[in-house]
Each structure stands twice: as structure tokens, then as C-alpha cells.
């Protein structure tokens, strides 16, 4: 029987890396805890200062902790520092799964990374099937690849997905000490929602999880880049920092708007 993901239990995540980021990682997380009060939060913000790999001060129900990246770079300013950031997602979504997927006391994990420059206007409504192996996420039909500004994990521990999120994990990982050449289409790199991609496609006739391609305009809400004004009927709107954060050129950008901008009303 498919429920709704908001009556289930869940773990919410996200991190900011760079203290640009801090201000958006914090309205993403009023949203969520004003339409998901019942979800465990962890997010994470870094670099933590005088550390020798990428270190992120954690903070989750459990309390605060210090997690560590297994390779080590350090921000230059360039271009690379967007890439190599990115990579640390799949990362971060494997430490959250395996350390605190499981908090409904069950063998299902249940977790939701949603980008820090995400706002929610009302609860996430994706249906789920509570025991099954999923992976949902809004889907780019064009360029056909998963968009990783929210996505959601779902299955046993222990099970496929875990091992799907490791490789996934380990591939970003590996990318983050040796970068893959840019491709034709992305010419900034390849970065960790086209590895997820890969991914999930070596596995998508293997039968052993559900993919579930989620409507782009209403969970995948991209703005009016001349207006600034958000996408309508959008259920999540991304507002992209990658466009001020990306390129070195860009970053005097007066990109995104302001917080109190981006509120509307919502049929949600």
C-alpha cells in the first residue's frame, strides 16, 4: 500500500560547505521543521577551521559531532572547489544512511537529502510503498538524468539501496582525487547527480529496486532568473545557488534573492 512520505518516519539531511551556504542551509531547515516537525534532522556545516581533510561540524537529535572526508583538497577559488564540493553529497548521504537511516526502530532507512538553497511550501506528498527498495527523485526527461536537489532512499539495511548509495559514495569519492574530463554535455564536469544517474541505470533492469521519476516542475521548482520570482505550483523550489557559487566569475552575483522574496502563498 503506498503511503505518504510525510506520514512516515524519516531523516531529512543537507549540508553547507562554505559560509554562503549557512544562511540558505538555515531557511531550508525552518521549512522543513515547520511541515515535517516529526523528522530527525542532521545537517552539517564546514569547513571546520585547522583540519586536515574536508571536516563538517554535524549536528543531529543525537547531538553534535565532527565528521571527516576520507580524501583531502582544500578551496582554491576555482571552478574546482563547486565540483569537488558536490562529490562530498553521495558522501554525506551514505554517513547519514548508514548512522542514522534507521529511526523508526525497523530494518527500512528512510532517507531525504534536499539541497540547502531548497525551500518547501507545504509537506513532501511522494507516495511509497514502506517496504520497498526505492530511489525517488525529480528527473531532467531532457538531458535524462536524476536531479539530486531533493532525493529520497529507501530500503532494508543492509539491502541493495545501501550498496547502490556506497557505490554511488565510492565513485564521487574517487572523483574528488582523480576529476573524470568534462563531458559534452556538462562542460563544467561531471557532477554527483550524473554519477547517480550511471548508477542507477546499470541497475535499472536488475529488478532489485523502484525508481520513481518525479514531476521536475513541481519538485524541482527553478526560478525566474530575471524576476527572481519562484516557480508557480511548485511543491519545492529550488532557488540555485550553483548560479552564483559555480564559476569564480559569478560569485558578486546578487544571486538569490532575499529570504523574506522567496516566501508565497501555497495550494500546498
Known sequence: MNIKIDQLPAVLTSFAYREEYFPELDGMIARVRKHHPQWWL?????????????????????????????????????ENDWLRIVWMKAWWVAQVWHQFGNVAGVHTNRVVWMDADARLNGPLDILLEP???????????????????????????????ESLIDRWAAKCLNYITDPPPPSPLWQWGEGDQEVLTTVLKAESNSGAFTLCKLDYDKYFGEPDYKTGKSKAGALVDQWMMNEKMRYPRDRDRNWPPPEQARHKSSSF
Do not use: M, N, Y
Not at 538531458?143 to 532525493?151: C, E, F, R, S, Y
Open 42 to 78: 542532521v545537517t552539517g556545516k564546514g569547513p571546520v577551521p585547522d583540519c586536515e581533510c574536508p571536516t563538517l561540524r554535524v549536528e543531529s537529535p543525537a547531538g553534535e559531532f565532527h565528521w571527516s572526508l576520507p580524501v583531502s583538497f582544500h578551496l582554491d577559488g576555482t
Open 131 to 161: 517496504e520497498k527498495e526505492i530511489v525517488a527523485g525529480p528527473w531532467a526527461t531532457l538531458d535524462d538524468h536524476i536531479l539530486t536537489g531533493l532525493v529520497v532512499f529507501q530500503g532494508a539495511k543492509g539491502g541493495f539501496l
